[in-house]
């Protein structure tokens, strides 16, 4: 891997100077992220053993790696995807593209700092000179982007467009009593119901527009795309899953939520106080705990969710920071942790049957872990909430309802078509 000085431009010029390449995003709240073009290296997994296959060619990949820096410090090598929300499952046709799960090494990454900005490139092995000379083509044209800076963020358009259900209204409600059957009899705890809409556009739509409308747009959240031919996985989630550095971890527990209404200030009050909200988080936070302490010497764990405002609905939130016994990979981390009760369930393997044999459909990589890891082990996972895949002319758009035993069919639709609001924002859609 080569380093090199690159003029500050926004992500957005970078990703559109290659526009046929596999492309990365990943943007972590309030801090610097990094857009990536290409693959020196593509990790693809399948079936349960996900974690160790992952681990072990990821191992070999990045004993292979030799880091130099012609400016600044080198760049960190780091593996970026995602996983499906059950990986051990066979992706659906829809969800061929990005399979069980998928990582990638970009061959080109794009950062900025506050002294400027830094292009790296990493070739897996020792390239020959017609690869290079192709390196050296790309890297002018990725510098003249970049020095040009010309991304426009197009308006949003007319809205025109279809937007259709994958659930009708009946066949929610069945679903919901089902679940509360189930917690009656003492078979679940909670279950979280998930359901898509499809949206038709009456234009091809364009990836790099919609992620840089969630990027102005949810500054709070994890903005993150997997761009591959033409399909793209993108999303703005507000919640972490887990991140490593070093010794230290952290995570998030969010569940529990409501509409956000700018006039309303007592709205965190009341979701404070609501009961059946508190439950759905009391479980999250519980799993959490419960999970981490196998890895952790200590965690230090609010008494009471803070509320997490974004655009338009709040959470309750309760992060999670520790510290680790000993060194432990992130991917352990996930593993242990995915999926927690907020986008699963509880008993876990309870939930997930019912999820895999009445939900319907495939989540694919909604409400999977989605994030990178490095060959120190550090690594940060976001939980794929609040995302589209895109193809064409549509877009598929997840959202799902944290079910116990007070929850109401209609009041849990209303939730799932809040959580909506922000692809669909992003994507132009007028109601």
Not at 180 to 201: P, Q, Y
Not at 371 to 377: E, L, P, S, T
Not at 393 to 413: C, H, K, M, P, Q
Request: proline share 6%; charged share 20%.
């Amino acid at each position: 891997m080569i380093s090199i000085p690159a003029p500050r431009a926004r992500w957005a010029s970078f990703l559109g100077a290659l526009p046929d390449d596999e492309r990365v995003l990943w943007l972590p709240p309030h801090e610097r992220g990094w857009a990536g073009i290409g693959a020196a290296c593509r990790l693809e997994v399948t079936g349960r053993q996900w974690r160790t296959q992952l681990a072990d060619a990821a191992r070999a990949l990045f004993d292979r790696l030799q880091t130099h820096a012609l400016y600044g410090a080198p760049h960190t090598a780091r593996l970026v995807g995602g996983l499906a929300f059950a990986p051990d499952a066979p992706p659906s046709p829809v969800w061929r593209a990005f399979g069980a799960g998928r990582f990638v090494l970009p061959r080109w990454t794009y950062s900025v700092s506050d002294t400027g900005g830094t292009l790296t490139v990493a070739v897996e092995g020792r390239p020959h000179s017609s690869d290079v000379a192709h390196l050296r083509d790309e890297a002018q044209r990725l510098l003249a982007c970049l020095d040009a800076d010309a991304f426009v963020e197009l308006p949003v358009g007319d809205g025109r467009a279809t937007l259709t259900s994958s659930t009708s209204v009946d066949s929610w409600r069945t679903l919901i009593d089902e679940i509360r059957a189930g917690v009656a009899e003492g078979r679940f705890r909670k279950v979280v119901a998930a359901r898509h809409s499809e949206l038709v556009a009456s234009h091809p739509i364009d990836p790099l527009q919609v992620l840089s409308r969630l990027d102005a747009g949810f500054p709070d959240c994890f903005r993150f795309g997997m761009l591959l031919g033409g399909e793209a996985f993108v999303g703005a989630t507000p919640e972490r899953l887990v991140a490593r550095r070093g010794l230290r971890i952290f995570a998030d527990a969010l569940a529990g939520s409501m509409a956000a209404v700018p006039s309303d200030p007592g709205a965190g009050d009341r979701l404070r106080a609501d009961g059946k909200e508190r439950l759905e988080h009391a479980l999250v936070v519980e799993a959490i705990r419960e999970t981490l302490s196998r890895f952790a010497s200590h965690l230090q764990i609010g008494a009471a969710p803070q509320i997490l405002t974004l655009r338009h609905v709040l959470h309750l939130h309760t992060p999670v920071v520790g510290e680790l016994a000993r060194p432990v990979h992130v991917l352990d981390l996930v593993e242990a942790l995915h999926p927690t009760p907020a986008v699963g369930g509880l008993p876990r393997a309870e939930a997930l049957a019912w999820i895999a044999a009445s939900e319907g459909g495939d989540r694919g990589l909604y409400a999977g872990p989605v994030g990178w890891f490095d060959g120190h082990g550090d690594g940060e996972f976001a939980v794929a909430i609040r995302s589209a895949l895109l193809a064409g002319d549509r877009a598929r758009i997840y959202a799902g309802a944290g079910v116990v035993a007070d929850s109401n069919a209609e009041a849990e639709l209303a939730e799932t078509e809040l959580k909506q609001r922000a692809m669909l924002s992003a994507l132009g859609y007028c109601a």
